[in-house]
């Protein structure tokens, strides 16, 4: 996997450029700082295994600064008036826009996902800030008479206070400015603890609000190798009302327990089993095309990957086929270098599991038509893979990947074809490939995930609400639902004006 790309000399000085930008500190009530204790943690390559930065690591302590700092802060952001807080995000959309490339380097170097791929991630991420720049002073109530004309309604919408906001390794910016945006829009002051993996995209992106006149308190971020023991006193604290997490289910039920005594409002998405379902009447040129877009985002490692590709077998064999074709093309490599589609897993663990979940369909008869194997060398790269006839039991049914492995089952109708699909704790997100308009209508009332992708292989946008069904989690992100994630409600009855 030699660099043909940006390589040599030229691209490890772009690299050290990008990784000198990001700070190397906690960002706690409008200041840069080492952790309480001086403790630090490495931040590392996935495609390399090398150490590209050492940062702050916090404390308990330093989470309780952090709490500190947000809620000092928080009655005279909520005073802020509405235009003012969206002028703020959407200075920040452009100071982001115009290092589009910066950014998406370093997503790159921390998380390993391909450059085009970050590019695309800057672009999606950036949107969450324009889209909540404009709708924080959209942020409206209701007046009118009560039915038996005593009084007047006045509903009045309010910041919910002081968040808490946890954000996931796989998509180090999207997932900081999908949460971040809507909260500031709102009103709210956050702290937010981005993943132990990747944490150097949302320092540099604090810097770009701290650049963009963020006043002190507003945003704190912390870092830290040891996330439940910081976490659990900042959302047992009274002064926190909102929780927001994306990551496991797990630890999303965890968060939830530890959530419950204060009473908070809680925004979970958790973990995805999303089903792709290719009926006999698919185009399959769209189903294929729509196949690779679902499972290879990412390298696989998306919440809304398709896990289990429910295939019509009338077409199964087909479609199986040029999927193969189309996966044993794609070039695996460092996401700095040209051409490369498939950049390393996150971990050694993520490796040894999808390892696992490929050798344990085998073992049940499932059929390997690529891949299926770990590659050797540096980094923790996995094969792009394809297993066929998976049978009913095998793990990789049940367990959410989280890697480039597509796994087919086929069906015989439509109604199996809507069990299989349903068979799962999980309710995320589904696909569906079919040219029948009420097949489509069908699908859409019948698979149980709050979202869902008809013809089309790539769900996620800033003005649609994101979030799923079942144990994939509680509220959403996005779209005109949500800022309202961060809102709470008053009425107020006055008296009859005219009594």
């Known amino acids: 996997m030699t660099d043909n790309g940006i390589n040599g000399e030229a691209r490890?000085?772009?690299?050290?450029?990008?990784?000198?930008?990001?700070?190397?500190?906690?960002?706690?009530?409008?200041?840069?700082?080492?952790?309480?204790?001086?403790?630090?943690?490495?931040?590392?390559?996935?495609?390399?295994?090398?150490?590209?930065k050492e940062i702050a690591d916090a404390s308990v302590a330093d989470g309780g600064a952090a709490l500190d700092a947000a809620c000092?802060?928080?009655?005279?952001?909520?005073?802020?008036?509405?235009?003012?807080?969206?002028?703020?995000?959407?200075?920040?959309?452009?100071?982001?826009?115009?290092?589009?490339?910066?950014?998406?380097?370093?997503?790159?170097?921390?998380?390993?996902?391909?450059?085009?791929?970050?590019?695309?991630?800057?672009?999606?991420?950036?949107?969450?800030?324009?889209?909540?720049?404009?709708?924080?002073?959209?942020?409206?109530?209701?007046?009118?008479a009560n039915p038996e004309g005593t009084g007047r309604v006045v509903v009045t919408q309010h910041p919910v206070g002081p968040c808490y906001l946890i954000t996931?390794?796989?998509?180090?910016?999207?997932?900081?400015?999908?949460?971040?945006?809507?909260?500031?829009?709102?009103?709210?002051t956050v702290v937010v603890k981005p993943a132990e993996l990747t944490p150097l995209t949302t320092l540099a992106f604090v810097a770009l609000l701290e650049e963009?006149?963020?006043?002190?308190?507003?945003v704190n971020v912390l870092t830290t190798s040891t996330s439940g023991a910081v976490s659990e006193p900042?959302?047992?604290?009274?002064?926190?009302?909102?929780?927001?997490?994306?990551?496991?289910?797990p630890v999303g039920q965890a968060l939830l327990r530890q959530a419950a005594d204060g009473v908070l409002r809680t925004s979970m998405e958790l973990g995805g089993n999303a089903p792709f379902v290719v009926f006999d009447d698919a185009d399959l040129d769209k189903a294929v095309a729509g196949a690779m877009a679902a499972k290879f985002r990412n390298i696989g490692q998306a919440c809304t990957a398709a896990n289990r590709f429910l295939v019509h077998r009338s077409v199964v064999a087909e479609f199986t086929a040029r999927v193969t074709a189309k996966v044993r093309e794609l070039r695996v490599g460092r996401g700095t270098q040209d051409g490369v589609a498939i950049g390393p897993l996150i971990d050694d663990r993520a490796v040894a599991k999808a390892t696992q979940l490929v050798e344990d369909a085998v073992s049940r008869g499932a059929t390997l038509h690529t891949g299926g194997s770990a590659i050797e060398g540096p980094g923790?790269?996995?094969?792009?893979t394809v297993v066929g006839d998976v049978r009913p039991g095998s793990e990789?049914?049940?367990?959410?990947?989280?890697g480039p492995v597509l796994a087919v089952v086929p069906f015989d109708t439509e109604d199996e074809a809507v069990r299989l699909a349903n068979d799962t704790e999980y309710g995320l997100v589904s696909y569906v490939y079919t040219e029948r308009l009420e097949r489509g209508q069908r699908m859409i009332e019948r698979l149980e995930t709050g979202m869902m992708g008809l013809n089309v292989g790539v769900v996620s946008n800033a003005a649609a609400p994101f979030g799923g069904w079942k144990f994939?989690?509680?509220?959403?992100?996005?779209?005109?639902?949500?800022?309202?994630?961060?809102?709470?409600?008053?009425?107020?009855?006055?008296?009859?004006?005219?009594?």
């Not at 923790?380 to 792009?384: E, K, M, R, V």
Request: charged share 25%.
């Open 396 to 402: 990789i049914l049940r367990e959410e990947i989280f």
């Open 234 to 249: 900042i959302i047992r604290d009274p002064r926190l009302r909102k929780l927001s997490f994306t990551g496991s289910t």
């Open 380 to 384: 923790t790269f996995f094969a792009p």
């Open 168 to 188: 996931p390794w796989n998509f180090p910016l999207a997932m900081a400015t999908r949460k971040i945006a809507p909260a500031l829009a709102a009103g709210c």
């Open 472 to 499: 994939s989690g509680l509220g959403r992100e996005g779209g005109a639902e949500g800022i309202h994630e961060y809102l709470q409600t008053k009425y107020t009855l006055t008296a009859n004006p005219f009594a």
């Open 72 to 144: 000092a802060a928080a009655a005279d952001w909520a005073a802020t008036p509405a235009r003012e807080r969206g002028e703020l995000l959407r200075r920040v959309f452009d100071l982001l826009t115009a290092r589009a490339d910066d950014f998406a380097l370093l997503m790159t170097i921390e998380m390993g996902k391909p450059l085009a791929e970050a590019r695309g991630e800057v672009t999606y991420g950036a949107e969450f800030l324009r889209w909540f720049s404009e709708e924080a002073p959209r942020i409206a109530g209701r007046y009118g």
């Open 212 to 218: 963009a006149g963020l006043p002190v308190g507003v």
């Open 12 to 52: 490890e000085d772009s690299e050290a450029k990008v990784l000198a930008n990001v700070p190397d500190g906690l960002f706690i009530g409008g200041q840069w700082r080492a952790a309480e204790n001086g403790a630090t943690l490495q931040v590392r390559d996935p495609a390399t295994g090398e150490v590209v």
